[in-house]
């Protein structure tokens, strides 16, 4: 059930945020904002229904010119650490489901992933950081931007700075209590004001158990992440609509094409190659209603929970299909196509659960609890 709560309280530089966020002439034809593939009714991933159903990447403001991986969700994504290297040599962190927006610059990977899609001429597409300067201190919040930054930040002389201060008031913005709400029928369990029905349950038991969910969607304690911000090959097939093509004239490398890219030695990026950054489970249920499709995956291949859930199942037990078959294509034939990329693939976390057909409703029944603005 919807919330009709009275949204919280934001300070001035959330504010100043979420007018950058929602801005629609941030870009080269003033049709395309961040909301346009965060929308907040949706957990803030793409809000488009019939794009969501086929390719699942998203139009930038040039007509014709597309990205080639689904939304990540912005909400919860402040929360992911300053990409690094633990001691057991696993890459955790950053932004991007490659990881490339690695908080490095600003000291927060959020502020950093904010600016790249001004810029990106398959996204909102301008020119430079100087246009986006210009527009934010000529648009209707120009004096809050200059409030909160100082009078100074619209000076053509400050350019890097101001363009930092853009991206720091989006990140304040994402991890305001609006957008990080914690207000799911799962969080209100801890206080008592909700309780999960017996499938519920069931299901959140199979989570940290059976289906092995909570090795890499951590789900201790209150406010749980549902994401421990490492990086996996899952062995999703290839989107066989996805504009940006397939192979072998594509392959989506994820953090191992960043590593390359960023000059790491051949053995550190080929072994990553293929892996894509373990999104939060919050929202992954929120839609305006029952008929809205949203995708899930990196590329999003898969179109709904029970779907992805049964690949998690039952990967490496089904025949390979003959095809680049769509999801709803291998579920009718009762297979699933090749991994995109064939290195790197997790084999020891899923695959083969043994889950039974109730028991992968039930972990659905419980993934539908983690959308954030239920009212018992």
């Known amino acids: ?42 957990g803030w991933t793409g809000p488009l229904a019939n794009i969501n159903a086929h390719g699942a990447v998203y139009e930038g403001s040039i007509a014709g010119r597309f990205g080639d991986r689904k939304p990540p969700s912005a909400a919860y994504a402040t929360l992911s650490p300053i990409f690094h290297q633990d001691k057991q040599g696993l890459f955790i962190g950053g932004n991007f489901w490659d990881g490339r927006a690695t908080g ?28 986006v300067i210009e527009r934010v201190c000529a648009g209707s919040y120009g004096d809050l931007f200059r409030d909160v930054w100082g009078a100074e930040v619209c000076d053509p002389a400050n350019v890097v700075m101001a363009y930092g201060d853009i991206g720091l008031s989006i990140a304040a913005y994402e991890a305001s209590p609006e957008v990080n709400a914690f207000t799911s029928k799962h969080d209100l369990t801890f206080t008592g004001a909700a309780k999960l029905s017996k499938e519920e349950q069931r299901g959140f038991a ?32 290839q989107n066989p609509e996805n504009p940006a093509g397939v192979a072998p004239g594509f392959v989506d490398a994820g953090l191992g094409g960043f590593l390359m890219n960023a000059g ?43 779907g992805i859930v049964h690949f998690y199942n ?6 390979e299909c003959p095809g ?40 659905v029944a419980f993934l539908k609890t983690l959308s954030d603005g239920y009212v018992p």
């Open 206 to 237: 199979l989570f940290r158990g059976k289906g092995q969910c909570r090795r890499c969607h951590t789900s201790n304690g209150k406010q749980a992440l549902f994401t421990d911000f490492t990086f996996d090959n899952l062995g999703v097939p």
């Open 324 to 363: 680049l078959y769509a999801e709803a294509e291998a579920l009718a034939a009762d297979c699933w196509p090749p991994p995109e990329v064939a290195e790197n693939v997790n084999t020891d976390e899923l695959g083969d659960l043994g889950l039974t057909p109730e028991e992968e409703a039930a972990i």
């Open 314 to 319: 039952t990967r490496d037990v089904k025949p």
């Open 264 to 306: 790491y030695d051949e053995d550190v990026y080929e072994a990553e190659w293929g892996k894509q950054k373990v999104p939060t489970l919050r929202n992954v249920d929120l839609r305006p209603d029952e008929g809205f499709v949203k995708a899930y995956a990196h590329n999003g291949y898969f179109k709904s929970l029970e």
């Open 1 to 42: 059930m919807a919330s009709t709560k009275a949204a919280p309280v934001l300070t001035d530089m959330e504010e100043l945020g979420k007018s950058i966020f929602f801005d629609e002439n941030l870009s080269i034809n003033g049709n395309q904002s961040c909301a346009s593939c965060h929308g907040p009714e949706v």
């Open 104 to 131: 490095e610059v600003l000291g927060n990977p959020a502020a950093d992933q904010a600016l790249g899609p001004f810029v990106n001429p398959v996204e909102q597409a301008l020119a430079a950081p100087a246009n």
